[in-house]
């Protein structure tokens, strides 16, 4: 029985030390193959800013420019996008203030038709406190007078 624990130790010892070396070959080929991806990746993304295109042939040259292209395209969309959403929000809200704007001439006729416009404001009372040095004073209507 002690033989067969010991057999079985001694397996399990070589299949750990076996194993290990291809996990490290495989985490090392795994890092390899990350670490090119990368390199590619930077490289790649200097040339679309324009940057390392000597090394292109005319073929990778056409690709690259069809894809600044089509990339510029789409941020032009997205540009000419806000500005016609933005052109939209600003009439609406022209829209709105030119509505209470004519609300506000309505009632500024209205108010000037029966006289209350400018008899109120220079027949109203002035109230006037001088107390510790200070002059306040309190004019009752409105503070303007509406023109046409």
Known sequence: MMQLIERHRGQAENSDKLG????????NNGYGMLSKVLMDKTRELRQLKGED???LDMDELI?????????LNHVIEAKN??????ISLLRKKES?????NAKLKQLAEKFEATGN???????SECITNISHGSDTSLRLGLPFTFGR
């Open 81 to 86: 996008d806000k500005f016609l959403k933005e």
């Open 63 to 71: 690709r690259l420019e069809k894809t600044v292209m089509g990339g």
């Open 53 to 55: 295109l000597h090394e």
């Open 117 to 123: 416009g400018t008899e109120q404001s220079n027949s």
């Open 96 to 100: 709105e203030l030119m509505e209470e």
């Open 20 to 27: 290990q070396p291809s996990f490290q070959l495989l985490e």
